[in-house]
């Protein structure tokens, strides 16, 4: 029998990343929905190449040209946030939660408290509302499958151990474009030396929060989440060839490491085939070629936005949910030449220390309660926008 598959954000890059894995195993998965933004002619690609029985693109105005475009393949078809639902409704066995940002929290919550199998690529859905998603899931019987590379070798490193049995899990960074960069020199980058990742072909967005290491930050407090460990026991080391992706130090003293090539089907394959292992395309590993694998402790002066994010999970509360909410209208900023690079972590810091003080200590109670909180931060940070400009 064919495991049914819903793919979210099917035209992002982990979209197209799991459209290459299903369709190699067209025998194994029948795909029941895919889910888009606004690329009404990729989407339907997809769903035609894929052979969905529904297609939804999240852009309201999008269902004309998105009918037009699936005429005559017999594939039904919807827009706006409602067709995004109905798209998550439709029985599957497993969820890929591949859309970015806080668009993708409610229809992935969704996925989750109907019981399913979430392939989870969506940040905000653990960096904004970790607590409430994680206890949702419990409470339906979901199961949480990471695709982030990181989470998922650290899942199949820790295999039957719990977190008890743990000492420290380390999360590997590439160290992005400006890995060997001096303070200064990062201080005057350009968007386009920025969107110039030495690894990874992702979104601008994910690019962009690799160059100043905020992504594995939001990455520490995803892995707070998913695996039940405390701050004090997640690290990061620079890792510039991403070969290894993480490792689980155990109270035995043994150190298990998920290595892999840098290609995001290998993690999607795991979840897409869990419990059992699937083949991919991907290229395969020759550490003889390879011939040395380098790691550096991450320098906090050149990249104080690890630093923050360190200090945000340590916090708990609201804190990591601020510090994302800030984060993405910090980059919204620097994607528009509105601030530098160094603008990103001086925004999110002032706008964390404003909010942080006077918040509830515990954390948001519900998706919504969490939502409400992110957007009090945007409006706050794109309040202090301003400030920021006026120093550099």
Known sequence: MSTVVTVL???????????????????????????????????????KALGARFAAVADPDAHDALREALAGSGIASGSGAS???????????????????????????????????????????????????MRDAAAAGA???????????????????????VER???????????????????????????????WSMGAKVTIDSATLMNKGLEL?????????????LGVVVHAQSIVHGLVSFR??????????????????HCLGFPDRIATPVKRLDLAAIGRLDFEEPDLDRFPALRLAQTALAAGGGAPTILNAANEIAVEAFL?????????????????????????????????????????????????????????
Request: overall charge negative; proline content about 5%.
């Open 169 to 199: 899990m380390i999360l590997t960074a590439s160290g992005g474009p400006f890995r060997t960069w001096s303070r200064e020199r990062i201080a005057a980058a350009t968007l386009k030396e920025a969107l110039a990742h030495p690894n």
């Open 83 to 133: 067709a995004v639902m109905e798209a998550v409704a439709r029985p599957a066995d497993i969820v890929v939660a591949g859309i970015a940002g806080t668009a993708g929290v409610l229809p992935t919550h969704a996925a989750v408290r109907l019981g399913r199998v979430v392939a989870l690529a969506n940040k905000e859905c653990l960096v904004c509302a970790g607590h409430a998603f």
């Open 9 to 47: 954000g099917a035209t992002g890059s982990i979209g197209r990343s799991a459209a290459d894995v299903l369709a190699a195993h067209p025998d194994r998965f029948r795909i029941e929905a895919v889910v888009g933004g606004r690329d009404v002619a990729g989407l339907a690609a997809t769903a």
């Open 252 to 269: 035995d003293g043994s150190v298990v490491a998920g290595l892999a090539s840098p290609d995001m089907r290998v993690p999607l394959a």
């Open 336 to 392: 528009e030449g509105r601030i530098g690079l160094f603008g990103i972590p001086e925004l999110v810091e002032r706008v964390v220390d404003r909010m942080h003080g006077r918040n509830d200590p515990s954390p948001p109670a519900s998706i919504e309660e969490a939502l409400s909180l992110d957007a009090e931060a945007r409006s706050i940070a794109r309040e202090n926008l301003l400030a920021v400009n006026l120093l550099h």
């Open 221 to 233: 407090v995803e892995a707070h989440h998913l695996f039940g460990v405390t701050a004090e026991v």
């Open 143 to 165: 199961t949480v499958l990471p695709v982030d590379s990181e989470h998922n070798a650290i899942l199949q490193a820790l295999g039957r151990h719990e977190a008890a049995d």
